[in-house]
Structures are given as structure tokens and as C-alpha cells.
């Protein structure tokens, strides 16, 4: 059992609203820079640099965690994390098919650039990425858990996409085991106005869309991690997050 300092929800260039610098390796390098154990990529609807930032995570000594910020049809996100770049990936072909699709204005939104492990450009994505898409919330969990992820809502203390700004409360169905706060500091007084966040694990991410964007405080977690692997400390995180025995 160790402790590890995580950021469990940042975007890379693919991301339109993220900044190009935050390549999978000036991620990855960042990470290290400001002390973080465990990262994991959550673009918007979409996987796709995933591949490249754990072949950058490799080389920093970050254990990667395979993810997505999911938009929902009521247009409330939810991060997504997978024990494994398969899951995740084959997670991606789901969304893909459930996505509502119009050609990206890069003028306006940015570019949405895939690199591979070299942080070389391989292709763009040319379907907006940011929108809504045809997957409702109360469908969210279920499918997730069809690849052994777990999932929670994202910012609950934002209101661009926040759940409680979306809904007016935390919902109790579907059933989340946790949620994701943007400043730590609202963890006290938002289980105080919502008793359902009582029982539930708060995380705090930087949501970095910029890399000056990456923390030096961020969340800590004791994690089961013998015999060391960083498969397994992955995976054991997210069955810390899932309450999975």
C-alpha cells in the first residue's frame, strides 16, 4: 500500500478547447514535473491520443490511465476510466457510433490534432468532438461497466456541464460511487448541501485544458500496489473509485 498523488482528468490537443502544447509527452513531462504519480487522458468523447500518451507516459515513469470526458444527451459530462488502452479503446468505437456529428470549424473551436508516441502529427479529427451525444446519463454507468471502467460526474461544482447545475441536485439514479470536484475547497459545504454526496468519494482533478492549467496540489490516494505493477495500481484505483471488492 503507497501513496499517489493523481490528476484524474486532463485533455491533450485532441480536445478542441485544449491548448496544442498539451501534446501526450508535454503532458506526460508536466506530469512529472509537479510531482504526479498517475494521469489520466479524458478527451472529449474520444480516445483516439490515448495510444500516444501511454507510449509518453513510459518514458516518465507516470502510470497512464486510459479515459474520456463523456458529454451526455443533457449535456452533462462524465469522466470515464478503463483499466486497460483496449477497453478503452474499443469504449471509443461505442461512443463513436452514438456521436450527433458536424464537420469542426477550426477557427472557431481549435484544432483537434492525434499524435503518435513521438508527439507527430497523425491525423485530425474533423467531427466536432465537444457536443452532446446520443448516450443519456441513466445509460452512462451501465455501459461504461460493459469494459470494466468506472465513471462519475465530472466539475459537479461548475455550471458549464456540471450535473448539479444541469439538474438542480446530484442524482440518485443512476448510481454514482463518486464525484469529481474542480476546487477542494467546495468538498465540505457541497456535502453539506447534498447529503447523497455523503457516502460518495470525492476526487478533485485539474481539468487542465492549458499545461500551466497541471497542479502541484492534487488528489492523494493510498493504493494496494504489491507486487508492484502499474497495471495494478490502475486497476485497484479504479476499483478504489468503483467500490469494487
Known sequence: MSLYTCDLHVHSCLSPCADNDNTPNNLAGMASLNHID???LTDHNSTKNCPAFFE???RYGIIPVPGMELTTSEEIHVVCLFPTLEQAMAFNEVVDSKRIRFPNSKEIFGDQLIL???DELIGEEPDFLTNATEI???EVPELVGQFDGVC?????DREANGCIAVLGTFPETPYFTA???HDAENEAPYREKYPILRDKRILFSSDAHYLTDLREENYTVEIPDEPYSGALVRENLLRLIGNRE
Open 38 to 40: 498517475i494521469m489520466a
Open 179 to 181: 464525484a469529481e470536484l
Open 152 to 156: 462519475y460526474p465530472a466539475h459537479i
Open 136 to 138: 443519456s446519463l441513466e
Open 116 to 118: 503518435n508516441g513521438e
Open 56 to 58: 509518453a507516459c513510459k
